[in-house]
């Protein structure tokens, strides 16, 4: 639930799934206010922007999950009437002192080449399986799916070589790739780079 400070204050919920979920409607009321036609889809950048918050919070434990990322998603859906009308905006500061790897302006993607290539195709994977059922952002997502072509090859073996035969070890690897990798910056802005460096 949102807090109160005051009679019209907002504050942030302690607990990480209603904050998480809090700052995604906010983010998301913020890429509608500055669409100018209501029923036009939201730009791709924004929508990544939206999905950064689940992604976060299911990466907070260092390993990501997916479970977590659900919940989020899902309690933004149930939030979403309550941070209407105009107040949302009162929690834009909180969210983004909250959750500074949304606003990260310079991304910097992992030293190691193999790390990079990894968390980049986790990340888009991620906002592959985030989006693909809107049919707009297609164009983009392609993208993300031919680099995830081109690389997945060598980074397999490297994970195996990595964790060893067990599956449960290799997925691991992954999942900390893609929790290490969301705190990069926001998401179409760290893609840009991955394909900068290695589409």
């Given at each position: 639930?949102?807090?109160?400070?005051?009679?019209?204050?907002?504050?942030?919920?302690?607990?990480?799934v209603?904050?998480a979920?809090?700052?995604?409607?906010?983010?998301a009321?913020?890429a509608r206010?500055?669409t100018q036609?209501?029923?036009?889809?939201?730009?791709?950048?924004?929508?990544g922007r939206?999905?950064?918050?689940?992604?976060?919070?299911?990466s907070e434990?260092g390993?990501?999950s997916?479970?977590?990322?659900?919940?989020?998603?899902?309690?933004?859906?149930?939030?979403?009437?309550?941070?209407g009308?105009?107040?949302?905006?009162?929690l834009?500061?909180?969210?983004?002192?909250?959750?500074?790897?949304?606003?990260v302006k310079?991304?910097?993607?992992?030293?190691?080449r193999?790390?990079a290539?990894?968390s980049c195709?986790?990340l888009?994977d991620?906002?592959?399986?985030?989006l693909?059922?809107q049919?707009?952002?297609?164009?983009?997502?392609?993208?993300?799916r031919?680099?995830g072509?081109k690389?997945?090859?060598?980074?397999?073996?490297?994970?195996?070589?990595?964790?060893?035969?067990d599956l449960?070890?290799?997925?691991?690897?992954?999942?900390?790739?893609l929790?290490?990798i969301?705190?990069?910056?926001?998401?179409?802005?760290v893609m840009?780079?991955?394909l900068a460096?290695?589409?």
């Open positions: 639930m949102l807090g109160s400070c005051g009679p019209n204050a907002l504050t942030l919920p302690e607990e990480p209603d904050r979920a809090t700052c995604g409607v906010v983010a009321n913020g206010l500055a036609d209501i029923q036009a889809s939201l730009p791709f950048e924004a929508m939206i999905i950064h918050y689940p992604l976060l919070a299911g434990a390993s990501f997916s479970q977590v990322a659900v919940k989020v998603q899902g309690r933004m859906e149930e939030l979403q009437e309550g941070i009308e105009g107040k949302w905006k009162e834009v500061p909180a969210c983004k002192a909250a959750f500074p790897a949304t606003e310079e991304v910097k993607l992992p030293a190691d193999f790390d290539q990894l195709v986790e888009g991620f906002l592959r399986s985030a693909e059922r049919g707009e952002y297609a164009n983009e997502l392609a993208d993300y031919r680099l072509m690389l997945e090859t060598t980074l397999s073996s490297g994970v195996r070589s990595r964790a060893g035969p449960g070890a290799r997925q691991e690897v992954r999942r900390k790739a929790a290490t969301a705190k990069a910056g926001p998401p179409v802005a840009k780079e991955c460096r290695f589409g």
